[in-house]
């Protein structure tokens, strides 16, 4: 099994000799090999049938391609695994666990890397890890503003965009393109907004995005939050929810699950507006037959944040290769086209499509064409993630002011 | 007489001595995980869980548990939702028996409750759900038509407050469950002369029902209502369902706790599921509490002779609410049914655009593995219950218990009841209150996140349902048959699968797909003792609930419905065709 010392010595030798890059293959070649025949229990959130749909045929190409089975273990919430990893670690169970894989990022991503749960740093060993983009793309290495340090692989690029049904909301002049103009929409049009609930990371990232288009200066959501300037930043967001609760969909009393919950409330024609964190998700529903045909999405004028979904591998998982070899093959040109392309997926890349050779970034040319996917103008600049202590705090504050 | 013959072959003995351990290991079965859970809960509640940092015992879980947002909600909710919800239960189950009782077809009732007992739970909430929406299938009938609703009203439903929803669901659940323990309650009862002497008396039938046959079946549905009680209380798949969710209930919250990243909510979550432990010993104690002061009043009722009053209106009301139950739940799952094979469907059109099995198609693949894991762990459950329940069974009626011979009718009586409640133990203990122990001990010993895991917890429920749905019809077997055959020279094994189970293969049958069906159904010990890793349509059908694509979501619960169903088509047809030639067995 490789320790984690290689890898430290991998990363460095990498970006000097050519000797090194042939050791390094030398150490891939052998991980293949350790990797033939094991079973890797992917543990990802399994809410959305496209994904699901996309973990299957991760699983077929890896096993056609190196001989590496793929369980999806399916999760409800992405914490279940965490907590699952903790439980071993607290019985004892250092090798040998039962998660192999997490999809994961924010504050479950921190909780493992704070607590010394995962295994590496393991991107620079990644072949294929050379196409990311780490350089415009900065959410791949810095996630709500913690620093990756190699131990999980991005493969999903996020940025929240809003989905509407045109059809029913005729003039795009009308749409609320900032978080004071929301609030005017919705005492417009009572109880056709609302957002996930805020234990559900898109019902933070809702408050979240307010926040950030809320106050003057966001660069001060970089820093870890304190209860002073937590107070302080935070008050314009309160005072703009307060305001805004009643105007909700159930006078704010009640909120979908999540994402997908919420989209089925815009099918379902009970609200006007939902929210989505993959800029392709409305285009894939409509496809899907999920949503209207009639849906369209808009962003904020500021810009909205974008955020990247990685997998990371726990200190004690029993097929370490195994789960190398998938992250590998996650960030494969050849997945990130399939990934990106609404007709499977949807998801933005993580990939520097500079670096690709032709013939592969040919391959993001050919994918499925649609009239209701955002523009990369219309997108925008991404903003940054706050640090992840707001979203923890801002979810924690909400509870205490609105659970009754 | 049985005695007699076993002691003269030796090959008679081996398994007797096999069958002497019988009673320990059914109750070891069960027993030992609950309580091993119920520690294992306990200790952390107190501040204690060193492998989390918890090395001193203290009340600090409590006090964050009383600090956290929304818990006197919580409580009041659950509160509220056990006690309406066991209320409603039982005043619809007797009013419905007490209907029925006289009227033709009363004998079929039986069979019509089967199929809607052997409907899991989670499945019924998630079609209820989608008929009771405000863009629901009901709205949809009338809308805009007859109501003007172009865009569906902003009422909440599903999820509300009140908890009316996941009331309503729990009603129709038990309701029919009640129903059936009542039936089998009568037969041990000699209803029809007693009421025909009421009725000479000049009472109508339904009043007679109540003040004659009512008391004697009321004792032997006691527990079946402090567990359904102990149920409502306490159920956690159809109340993330249907239930409000900010706060939700205590158990919900539970759950909910225990699968936090941050392990420090452990000590809170441990402390919720005590809680609850407590409400519903408390409940119990309160309903029970409750039965002796009405005792003497009722009583008094009954002296009193009075003939007319308003019983028999009150019990027509009650079964028209029964069936007015019963078909929200058949249209339920006739809702997800249609969603299955549904083109997209919107509101407000009252039936989908066109009909297609794409989503079945697409769906296939995914739907095998957990299908066949429910299926495997249903059979499996089921028949080490079966092996253990016979097991039981046999040694009872091969040894002549001291109660049985000797000891006063009062003295068996008790001995009976004991076992009775021992086994009704699952059912009345919370589940979230000793699973979480008893997930830490499967680590400890390996056996986490195992199918065996989760077979080993599925016997804790399936075990008492099928003891107790086979208990009464094999005590009630008439033992010349056994005594004819063993003086033709039979062993008692050649007795037992020659004479006796081909007698008794029809409740054999049906008491093993009441066991398949409760296994079929099982949300949180899946969850649990197979560590989210251990997939059954039941677990996926859940997890899809929260906001997944209903059309997907109508093939899990459609197939989750289906599978119970079959269990019982093949209980009641196969002595059929096995013993077509012999009258009276098929």
């Keep these: 099994m490789l320790q984690r010392r290689d890898f430290t010595f991998l990363a460095s030798a990498l970006l000097t000799s050519s000797w090194a890059r042939a050791q390094a293959l030398v150490a891939w070649e052998s991980v293949l090999g350790k990797a033939r025949g094991q079973t890797v229990f992917w543990n990802a959130w399994a809410g959305d049938e496209k994904t699901n749909a996309f973990i299957a045929w991760v699983g077929e190409q ?15 919430d992405t ?40 295994y590496g740093p393991v991107t620079q060993a990644l072949p294929n890890f050379k196409y990311v983009d780490v350089t415009h793309k900065r959410s791949n290495v810095i996630d709500f503003t913690t620093p990756v340090d190699g131990l999980a692989v991005p493969w999903s690029l996020a940025q929240i965009v809003f989905v509407y049904d045109s059809a029913r909301l005729r003039n795009p002049a009308e749409l609320p393109r900032s978080a004071p103009a929301m609030l005017d929409w919705a005492r417009g049009h009572a109880g056709r907004l609302t957002h996930p609930k805020v234990s559900n990371f898109l019902g933070s990232t809702f408050l979240k995005q307010a926040l950030v288009d809320l106050i003057a200066d966001p660069a001060v959501l970089q820093l870890p939050a304190t209860d002073v300037s937590f107070a302080q930043v935070t008050a314009p967001l309160w005072a703009w929810y307060d305001q805004l609760k009643p105007t909700l969909w159930r006078q704010g009393q009640q909120f979908p699950d999540n994402g997908s919950a ?12 939902t929210l989505s964190f993959n800029p392709a998700e409305a285009a894939a529903s409509v496809s899907a037959g999920l949503l209207p045909p009639t849906v369209r999405s808009f962003t904020f004028r500021k810009g909205t944040i974008g955020n990247t ?10 097929h370490k290769e195994g789960a190398m070899v998938v992250a590998d093959f996650l960030i494969d040109p050849e997945a990130q086209a399939r990934a990106q392309d609404i007709k499977y997926l949807g998801n933005l890349n993580v990939l520097d499509l500079s670096k690709l050779s032709a013939a592969d970034r040919a ?11 955002p523009s990369a103008a219309d997108l925008g600049a991404p903003v940054l993630e706050p640090h992840a202590s707001w979203m923890t705090r801002i979810e924690a504050e909400w509870q205490k002011r609105y659970t009754r | 007489m049985a005695d007699t013959h076993t002691d003269t072959g030796t090959a008679a003995r081996r398994p007797r001595h096999l069958l002497r351990l019988a009673p320990v290991l059914t109750v070891a079965a069960f027993a030992v995980p609950i309580a091993c859970g119920l520690v294992g809960t306990l200790m952390p509640a107190f501040g204690y869980l060193p492998a989390i940092g918890g090395d001193r015992w203290s009340l600090d879980p409590w006090r964050v548990l009383r600090g956290a947002p929304g818990f006197s909600t919580s409580l009041q909710l659950t509160l509220v939702v056990g006690w309406a919800s066991t209320l409603l239960s039982v005043l619809l189950a007797l009013a419905v028996a007490g209907f029925l009782h006289h009227r033709a077809g009363a004998k079929r009732l039986g069979s019509w409750l089967a199929p809607l007992l052997a409907m899991p739970h989670s499945a019924l909430a998630i079609g209820f ?3 009771i929406l405000p863009s629901g299938w009901l709205v949809r009938w009338v809308s805009p038509g007859l109501t003007g609703w172009t865009i569906p009203p902003d009422v909440g439903t599903v999820g509300a407050a009140s908890g009316w929803p996941l009331i309503a669901a729990l009603v129709m659940k038990e309701t029919p469950f009640l129903l059936l323990m009542i039936l089998g309650a009568l037969n041990q009862v000699r209803a029809p002369a007693q009421i025909a002497a009421a009725r000479a008396m000049g009472y109508g039938p339904v009043m007679a029902w109540f003040k004659v046959v009512l008391p004697q079946v009321y004792p032997q549905i006691r527990l079946p209502i402090y567990a359904v009680l102990a149920f409502s209380l306490s159920v956690v798949d159809v109340a993330i369902i249907l239930g409000p969710g900010n706060p939700p209930t205590l158990a919900v919250q539970a759950v909910r706790w225990f699968s936090d990243p941050d392990t420090t909510r452990y000590f809170p979550a441990a402390a919720a599921a005590t809680l609850l432990l407590g409400v519903v010993l408390a409940s119990i104690g309160a309903w029970w509490l409750a039965e002796c002061t009405a005792q003497p009043l009722l009583r008094r009722w009954m002296e009193r002779g009075v003939r007319g009053g308003a019983a028999a209106p009150a019990a027509s009301v009650g079964a028209v609410a029964g069936a007015v139950l019963a078909l929200t739940a058949v249209m339920s799952m006739l809702g997800m049914l249609l969603w299955s094979i549904a083109e997209p469907w919107r509101y ?43 097991a039981c069974l046999e040694n009872e009626s091969l040894t002549p218990g001291p109660a049985r011979r000797t000891a006063p009718a009062g003295a068996a009586m008790s001995a009976v009841s004991a076992s009775v409640w021992l086994l009704y133990l699952p059912l009345l203990v919370p589940q979230i209150a000793f699973l979480f122990g008893l997930q830490v001990l499967l680590i400890r010993i390996g056996l986490d996140a195992t199918t065996s895991a989760v077979v080993w917890a599925h016997l804790v429920f399936v075990l008492p349902y099928l003891f107790l749905s086979l208990a009464e019809p094999w005590r009630a077997f008439d033992t010349r048959y056994a005594r004819a055959a063993a003086s033709l020279g039979a062993s008692p094994w050649r007795v037992f699968w020659r004479v006796k189970l081909p007698i008794l293969l029809k409740p054999l049958l049906i008491a093993s797909a009441v066991a398949f069906a409760i296994s079929v159904g099982q949300y949180l010990p899946t969850l649990f003792a197979g560590a989210g890793r251990v997939a ?44 077509g030639h012999r009258k009276g067995l098929a």
């Design chain 1, 363 to 373: 391959r993001f040319d050919r994918l499925t064409p649609s009239a209701t996917l």
């Design chain 1, 309 to 318: 979904s990685f997998v990371a591998i726990p200190y004690n998982a029993a």
């Design chain 1, 62 to 76: 890896v096993k056609a391609r190196d001989g590496v089975t793929v369980v999806h273990t399916r999760l409800k």
């Design chain 1, 79 to 118: 914490s279940e695994a965490v907590t699952r990893v903790i439980a071993e670690k607290s019985a004892g169970r250092n090798e040998g666990g039962t998660v192999d894989l997490i999809w994961i990022n924010g504050p479950n991503f921190l909780a493992m890397k704070q607590q010394g749960l995962l």
């Design chain 2, 536 to 579: 059954t349509l039941t677990t996926e059908a859940v997890t899809l609930s929260a906001g997944a694509d209903r059309r997907v979501i109508g093939t899990w619960t459609a197939l989750q419905a289906l599978f119970p169903l079959l269990a019982y088509l093949l209980a009641t047809t196969a002595p059929r065709l096995v013993h």
């Design chain 2, 129 to 131: 759900a989608f008929l």
């Design chain 2, 348 to 390: 407000p059109d009252a039936f989908p655009p066109g009909l297609t099995l794409d989503t079945w198609t697409r769906q296939s693949g995914q739907l095998a593995g957990p299908a066949w894991t429910t299926l495997l762990v249903g059979v499996a459950s089921t028949v080490l219950a079966l092996v253990l329940t016979l």
């Design chain 1, 262 to 273: 919420q989209r089925q409330l815009l099918n379902d024609g009970e609200i006007d507006i």
